[in-house]
């Protein structure tokens, strides 16, 4: 049995998950309706989503036990997730206004308005609520921003009890991911389920009567993702983009895409940061940050909905307007949940300012769950494949700034020891050895000045 799983784990686990979305869709399409096999999905999905929080919990405190981190890269990490969801929004308007879809309404009457905005607050209270919740409640409800809060105090808190108890609190961490590790190792068995279950029972017919709206979305979640994004990690790094950006999207969309949640997705985007070699006092804290505040896609979705909405009612929208509801939208994605279908339950949101009621609104939603088999599925990839490059880039740009070479292990490569620390009084890295002599299988970035 050992020999087996060895052998298992020694193929790679993106050719793993390929077989395993090809033999789902071959199932689905010649045996639809097993409901063992869409259990294997559903299991994989449940235990991602049972383990994120406790995960998330004590690698934070664990994390901030023993250091206090890199204050000056998680700045940078947040304001590139800011940046990359108001562009996002922008884009989503604008594609918006070039390309303006309508839909089929049922019982509405075009003339209607909405009173003043007022769904920011809410929003706004929504996320300080949050964070100020009972930290159970947090974990057992899987409330993201919650469990930071508490595992950053704690944390902090910890910073000054005894070495055993420090230890303790990061073997428990250790102990997290390498359950982690285990769970992630049955992907292929979950992507097969899941996968699977969309076809047998969804199909492509589904999509015909919201074509456009569809190509509307996915054409701009794929510009973010092969385009804006990409601009914003070369503008930082000064290097070529598309590598570090395929690696995330080979790595962390395609799982994203089918377990269809943020949050799920956070042991894997882990696992790659790791392979990438960053610095884990990072990424332990912007991974879990990210998969609830950084929401491009949710953006994207927000927007669209919006704007296609006021086309169908005949609503004439202003340069103005457009640039508030991108804001809007960004920090509305803020308060996504980081699970599947999350973006969709704060269309109204953006709605309620372009002075449309809640009948519509409730349609478009209705609509977003017909549509979500791809749109939903292609957010997630978008939002958790940002969450790992925009952490790398930021790390990237705080290595070039400071002379450090940058370094990308190969996929399956065991990423090198970090060739500098953190100096606790400046925030600055020093070098500690030059490890380029050490891993010659370690190609440095490209650099394109």
Same mark, same amino acid.
């Given at each position: 049995?050992?020999?087996?799983?060895?052998?298992?784990?020694?193929?790679?686990?993106?050719?793993?998950?390929?077989?395993?979305?090809?033999?789902?869709?071959?199932?689905?399409?010649?045996?639809?309706?097993?409901?063992?096999?869409?259990?294997?999905?559903?299991?994989?999905?449940?235990?991602?989503?049972?383990?994120?929080?406790?995960?998330?919990?004590?690698?934070?405190?664990?994390?901030?036990?023993?250091?206090?981190?890199?204050?000056?890269?998680?700045?940078? $990490?947040?304001?590139?997730?800011?940046?990359?969801?108001?562009?996002?929004?922008?884009?989503?308007?604008?594609?918006?206004?070039?390309?303006?879809?309508?839909?089929?309404?049922?019982?509405?009457?075009?003339?209607?308005?909405?009173?003043?905005?007022?769904?920011?607050?809410?929003?706004?209270?929504?996320?300080?609520?949050?964070?100020?919740?009972?930290?159970?409640?947090?974990?057992?409800?899987?409330?993201?921003?919650?469990?930071?809060?508490?595992?950053?105090?704690?944390?902090?808190?910890?910073?000054?009890?005894?070495?055993?108890?420090?230890?303790?609190?990061?073997?428990?961490?250790?102990?997290?991911?390498?359950?982690?590790?285990?769970?992630?190792?049955?992907?292929?068995?979950?992507?097969?389920?899941?996968? &699977?279950?969309?076809?047998?029972?969804?199909?492509?017919?589904?999509?015909?009567? &919201?074509?456009?709206?569809?190509?509307?979305?996915?054409?701009?979640?794929?510009?973010?993702?092969?385009?804006?994004?990409?601009?914003?990690?070369?503008?930082?790094?000064?290097?070529?983009? &598309?590598?570090?950006?395929?690696?995330?999207?080979?790595?962390?969309?395609?799982?994203?895409?089918?377990?269809?949640?943020?949050?799920?997705?956070?042991?894997?985007?882990?696992?790659?940061?790791?392979?990438?070699?960053?610095?884990?006092?990072?990424?332990?804290?912007?991974? *879990?940050?990210?998969?609830?505040?950084?929401?491009?896609?949710?953006?994207?979705?927000?927007?669209?909905?919006?704007?296609?909405?006021?086309?169908?009612?005949?609503?004439? $929208?202003?340069?103005?307007?457009?640039?508030?509801?991108?804001?809007?939208?960004?920090?509305?994605?803020?308060?996504?949940?980081?699970?599947?279908?999350?973006?969709?339950?704060?269309?109204?949101?953006?709605?309620?300012?372009?002075?449309?009621?809640?009948?519509?609104?409730?349609?478009?939603?209705?609509?977003?769950?017909?549509?979500?088999?791809?749109?939903?599925?292609?957010?997630?990839?978008?939002?958790?494949?940002?969450?790992?490059?925009?952490?790398?880039?930021?790390?990237?740009?705080?290595?070039?700034?400071?002379?450090?070479?940058?370094?990308?292990?190969?996929?399956?490569?065991? *990423?090198?020891?970090?060739?500098?620390?953190?100096?606790?009084?400046?925030?600055?890295?020093?070098?500690?050895?030059?490890?380029?002599?050490?891993?010659?299988?370690?190609? *440095?970035?490209?650099?394109?000045?």
């Amino acid at each position: 049995m050992k020999a087996i799983w060895e052998k298992w784990n020694s193929w790679n686990l993106i050719k793993r998950i390929l077989w395993g979305l090809a033999i789902g869709t071959v199932l689905a399409l010649i045996i639809p309706g097993i409901a063992v096999i869409t259990l294997l999905g559903t299991l994989f999905v449940a235990a991602l989503r049972g383990l994120a929080p406790i995960l998330v919990f004590f690698l934070v405190m664990g994390a901030l036990t023993s250091t206090g981190g890199n204050a000056g890269t998680m700045k940078r $990490i947040v304001g590139l997730y800011a940046i990359s969801t108001i562009i996002a929004g922008l884009v989503a308007v604008a594609a918006s206004f070039l390309f303006p879809v309508t839909v089929t309404l049922n019982n509405i009457d075009t003339s209607q308005a909405a009173g003043a905005p007022s769904g920011i607050g809410e929003v706004l209270t929504n996320l300080l609520t949050s964070v100020t919740c009972n930290p159970v409640d947090a974990l057992v409800n899987a409330n993201y921003l919650g469990i930071l809060a508490w595992a950053i105090l704690l944390g902090l808190a910890l910073r000054m009890a005894h070495a055993q108890t420090k230890r303790v609190v990061n073997d428990i961490a250790y102990a997290v991911q390498q359950v982690v590790a285990w769970v992630i190792s049955f992907a292929p068995f979950g992507v097969c389920g899941l996968v &699977y279950n969309a076809v047998s029972t969804s199909g492509m017919s589904i999509f015909i009567e &919201y074509g456009a709206l569809l190509a509307v979305l996915l054409g701009c979640m794929l510009l973010i993702a092969f385009g804006t994004n990409p601009a914003i990690v070369a503008a930082a790094t000064r290097m070529n983009p &598309y590598p570090l950006v395929m690696r995330c999207l080979k790595e962390s969309a395609i799982t994203a895409f089918f377990t269809r949640s943020s949050a799920a997705n956070i042991p894997v985007n882990m696992q790659l940061c790791h392979s990438l070699g960053l610095d884990e006092r990072t990424y332990s804290i912007s991974i *879990p940050l990210g998969s609830t505040v950084n929401m491009c896609g949710a953006a994207v979705t927000i927007s669209v909905m919006a704007m296609t909405a006021a086309h169908t009612l005949g609503i004439s $929208i202003d340069f103005p307007s457009a640039l508030i509801l991108c804001l809007l939208s960004a920090v509305g994605a803020a308060g996504t949940s980081g699970v599947a279908g999350g973006s969709l339950m704060l269309i109204p949101l953006a709605c309620s300012f372009l002075g449309i009621g809640s009948d519509v609104s409730a349609q478009m939603i209705g609509i977003g769950f017909i549509i979500g088999v791809l749109q939903d599925a292609t957010e997630t990839a978008l939002n958790s494949s940002s969450d790992a490059l925009l952490t790398a880039t930021a790390e990237f740009h705080q290595r070039r700034a400071h002379g450090i070479p940058i370094y990308m292990p190969k996929r399956g490569e065991i *990423p090198p020891e970090a060739s500098y620390t953190i100096d606790e009084k400046t925030g600055k890295p020093i070098i500690v050895e030059d490890r380029a002599k050490e891993i010659p299988s370690a190609q *440095p970035a490209v650099q394109t000045e």
